[in-house]
Structure formats: C-alpha cells, structure tokens
C-alpha cells in the first residue's frame, strides 16, 4: 500500500510539483498552504508522514509540529521539518518540538524520498 504524505508549505508552485514527483515515485500526496489549512486537511485524511514547511500564513510550522505533536490523535505521525534556515538552533528547535526529520532548502528529491522511507515502511 501507498504511503499517504501532506505537503505543507506556504509555495503552491513547489507543493504542485513535488506532489507530481512523489505521486510518480507512488506516494499518495495531498497538501496544504496555511497551518489551518493543516487541521483541516486532518478531518479527512491521516497521512503516513508531514513534510512541514515553517514559513506559513495564520500558524507557523513551528506551531503547526506542537500542536500535532502535543495531540495524542496525531502525535506519533512522522513530522520531517523542511526549512531554507540549516542552523544549529533550527535543528534544535525541530528536535525540540518533536520533528523526526530535518531536510535544508533547496533538497533533492532523491534526499526527501530517503526521509519518507525511513518513517513510512
């Protein structure tokens, strides 16, 4: 079966074409622009694992992880933190609000489908 993946980035060009991408390689995508749009998305679907942008409208991405982490109905879906920021005090921070993953802007597909293998099989 398919892993189911949400996309979350605030970029509807770049969440349009990595949908493409990951749906070609047999991933389920959907995705959402807004940290919302997130919970919203939830209702419906359950995604194996969240590619978590942090730059978003309404909630940031760093909002977005503590709440889903912080719920017991969504706090063991694998969050992968996906930021053009590649510092110290990111990568703390990710690990501090409960990501399982970190991949720096720009990235490789090849790098992201290795992330989503590793918290979805």
């Avoid at 995604?47 to 991405?61: F, H, R, Y």
């Avoid at 590649?86 to 609000?97: P, S």
């Amino acid at each position: 079966m398919a892993a189911n993946i949400l996309l979350v980035d605030n970029d509807l060009v770049t969440l349009k074409r990595l949908k493409t991408e990951l749906e070609e390689c047999g991933y389920l995508v959907d995705y959402s622009t807004s940290g919302k749009e997130v919970f919203k998305n939830l209702v419906n679907n359950r995604p194996d694992a969240i590619m978590l942008g942090l730059e978003l409208s309404e909630l940031s991405g760093w909002q977005v992880c503590n709440l889903l982490k912080n719920n017991p109905a969504t706090q063991n879906i694998p969050i992968i933190i996906v930021s053009d920021e590649d510092n110290m005090q990111t990568r703390l921070t990710a690990i501090e609000k409960g990501a399982n993953g970190f991949i720096k802007k720009p990235y490789l597909l090849a790098e992201l489908i290795n992330q989503l293998k590793r918290y979805t099989h």
